[in-house]
């Protein structure tokens, strides 16, 4: 299968970026499309990280407000994992542990990638970089974040069974906490004895 990206025409810069795509791809049976039109937003890439400790069987989850969640059922504050933006020259491993450090105030003991996904690629490029990282400590602190990013985290160390209801009932209600939560339930023997 084959595409044609025929030309990208910024129309927005700002915080993030807003392009026009012009492109035409091959179809299923052999033919190609007219040529499309698709207005995507350029957000970059980013590293989620969900810190567990296998002595303890607990998560630790982060709240922060987020203006693009209004209508979430608890209001934009919601509960997530530690995540960020991926600088150019920055490798994924390093991201994930400058966020640990800026968000929680951990170091991982050890990084378990878990997957990359595609956030909504059919209108953003963003992809998400999935890691489970090991800790052996309980946070010392509540609040983190950098003023010069206007941050306001507030920490919540909670088993896995509390976080996997918090799915259930519609608290924890973004795709990367989510998607780890799930994914670390699945393999928690890994991590932990039966």
Not at 27 to 37: A, H, M, N, T, V
Not at 152 to 161: A, G, Y
Request: charged letters at 25%; aromatic letters at 10%.
């Amino acid at each position: 299968m084959q595409y044609e990206l025929l030309n990208i025409e910024p129309l927005y810069r700002g915080f993030f970026a807003l392009n026009r795509y012009r492109l035409r791809f091959e179809r299923y049976d052999g033919s190609w499309s007219p040529q499309i039109s698709r207005e995507i937003f350029e957000r970059g890439h980013a590293v989620a990280v969900l810190p567990f400790d296998p002595k303890r069987r607990e998560v630790v989850m982060i709240e922060q407000f987020r203006p693009g969640a209004f209508d979430a059922p608890g209001g934009p504050w919601l509960t997530e994992i530690v995540a960020g933006m991926i600088e150019a020259n920055e490798s994924v491993e390093s991201v994930a542990r400058r966020e640990m450090s800026e968000e929680s105030g951990l170091e991982p003991l050890k990084l378990i990638p878990i997957t990359r996904y595609w956030v909504s690629p059919g209108g953003t490029t963003e992809s998400i970089y999935l890691f489970l990282a090991l800790i052996d400590a309980v946070p010392t602190e509540t609040f983190f974040g950098l003023p010069e990013e206007h941050e306001d985290i507030k920490l919540h160390t909670m088993s896995l069974d509390e976080a996997l209801a918090r799915i259930d009932s519609g608290i924890i209600c973004s795709a990367a906490p989510i998607i780890a939560l799930q994914w670390l339930d699945r393999h928690i023997t890994q991590f932990c004895a039966p």
